[in-house]
């Protein structure tokens, strides 16, 4: 259980995403950027209680990218979300490293602060 205040990393090349989450969620530390080497330095430098990580990074696909992500964030829960579910796609998230994957929409409301209650238990 964290004891302090949770602290997400949200990697999605639109910027509005980011300014969402932390105008619906101010009791949060979230940081931001826009693509998997700039998150790399971020899980250098921070420690996060889980990620964020939007399934297409512009050319990018976020599934693809999750091994670079798992070299530098140990253990810390990552959770792909899309705009565009497929069948498999949670598996596919799964077996390359990703807790989970849901669709960006389903975020707001509750579901953040389900989400790090399930990631943080």
Same mark, same amino acid.
Do not use: C
């Given at each position: 259980? =964290?004891d302090s205040v949770p602290k997400i990393l949200v990697v999605d090349d639109d910027d509005l995403e980011p300014l969402?989450?932390?105008?619906?969620?101010?009791?949060?530390?979230? +940081?931001?950027?826009?693509?998997?080497? !700039?998150?790399? =330095?971020? *899980? %250098?430098?921070? +420690? @996060?209680? @889980?990620? /964020?990580? &939007?399934?297409? /990074? $512009?050319?990018? !696909?976020? =599934?693809?990218? *999750?091994? %670079? #992500?798992r070299e530098f964030s140990g253990d810390t829960r990552i959770i792909v979300y899309t705009n565009q579910m497929y069948?498999?796609?949670?598996?596919?998230?799964? +077996? !390359?490293?990703? @807790?989970?994957?849901?669709?960006?929409?389903? *975020? $707001?409301?509750? /579901? #953040?602060? &389900? *989400?790090?209650?399930?990631?943080?238990?």
């Amino acid at each position: 259980m =964290i004891d302090s205040v949770p602290k997400i990393l949200v990697v999605d090349d639109d910027d509005l995403e980011p300014l969402f989450f932390k105008h619906e969620f101010p009791e949060y530390d979230i +940081s931001s950027t826009n693509n998997i080497d !700039k998150a790399i =330095i971020q *899980l %250098r430098n921070f +420690s @996060f209680d @889980f990620i /964020l990580l &939007d399934q297409l /990074l $512009g050319p990018v !696909k976020g =599934i693809d990218e *999750l091994h %670079r #992500l798992r070299e530098f964030s140990g253990d810390t829960r990552i959770i792909v979300y899309t705009n565009q579910m497929y069948e498999g796609m949670t598996e596919e998230a799964q +077996s !390359k490293g990703a @807790f989970t994957v849901v669709k960006k929409g389903a *975020l $707001g409301g509750s /579901l #953040l602060p &389900d *989400l790090l209650e399930l990631v943080t238990a």
